[in-house]
């Protein structure tokens, strides 16, 4: 694997780390079947890289050793044809995740306690790519503490074109109505709902997305009867 430049800081290193993700958990949900035909079990030991420019890739190891970087589970191809697709797509998942955890804490071996906490903080906000890949109910959101700044209050847009506001949850009740909240998933990235960002809804599918990740402003969705997210358009072109 080629880098340029190694990240640095904190948010350099999970900029790489979402980047990487983000190209996982396409690899395994909506370029699946792509994905599924790679992984061919008679050839050799073969891994999921995914890179910072969002892009996947199915492969041999690196040659150099050790590697530049931490390596991806060697040899996810042998088990495809002997396993259930989905629980083979859950155990290439887990060691992605793992695979993962290890990249952005390598890149991050000069982190001092503060920002190694800081670092995964921010990485335990996504889902994991085995709860995006299973369909798992996301973990609890614990609400944000804004210090003076102030909420945007972000606005999703509803089946019936009208938009609805996705209130914060307080503090103060974050332990007693934990259970009863959870967050929403983009059907793109696998990302978190958060209240600073525009998403839109799929009228077909009903899955909701990050505005920016299907190329949609708030200006353009008050203009659209009837969204129909990338995934169900493909679906129905003749």
């Not at 396409?26 to 079947?33: I, S």
């Not at 890739?57 to 590697?67: N, R």
């Not at 071996?109 to 921010?122: G, H, P």
Request: hydrophobic share 30%; with cysteine.
């Amino acid at each position: 694997m080629e880098m340029t430049s190694s990240p640095r800081t904190v948010e350099e290193i999970f900029k790489d780390f979402s980047a990487r993700r983000a190209a996982v958990v396409r690899a395994l949900t909506y370029d699946v079947d792509g994905f599924y035909g790679l992984c061919d079990p008679d050839k050799e030991n073969l891994c999921l890289y995914g890179h910072p420019n969002e892009t996947w890739e199915v492969t041999l190891p690196a040659e150099e050793v050790p590697p530049e970087l931490p390596e991806p589970a060697l040899g996810i191809n042998f088990a495809r044809d002997g396993m259930n697709r989905k629980d083979w797509l859950s155990l290439v998942a887990v060691h992605s995740d793992s695979w993962l955890l290890s990249v952005a804490f390598y890149l991050g071996a000069r982190l001092n306690r503060n920002e190694r906490k800081r670092l995964f903080s921010l990485i335990n906000d996504l889902p994991t790519v085995f709860e995006v890949v299973t369909e798992r109910k996301p973990v609890k959101e614990k609400p944000s503490v804004d210090s003076g700044s102030k909420s945007r209050g972000s606005i999703k847009r509803s089946s019936d074109g009208l938009t609805k506001s996705n209130p914060k949850l307080t503090e103060d009740s974050f332990e007693e109505e934990e259970d009863e909240h959870t967050q929403t998933l983009c059907g793109s990235c696998g990302g978190n709902y958060n209240s600073d960002e525009f998403w839109i809804g799929c009228d077909v599918c009903e899955r909701w997305y990050h505005g920016k990740c299907v190329k949609i402003t708030p200006a353009k969705a008050e203009s659209i009867k009837q969204y129909k997210c990338p995934s169900c358009m493909k679906r129905s072109r003749p």
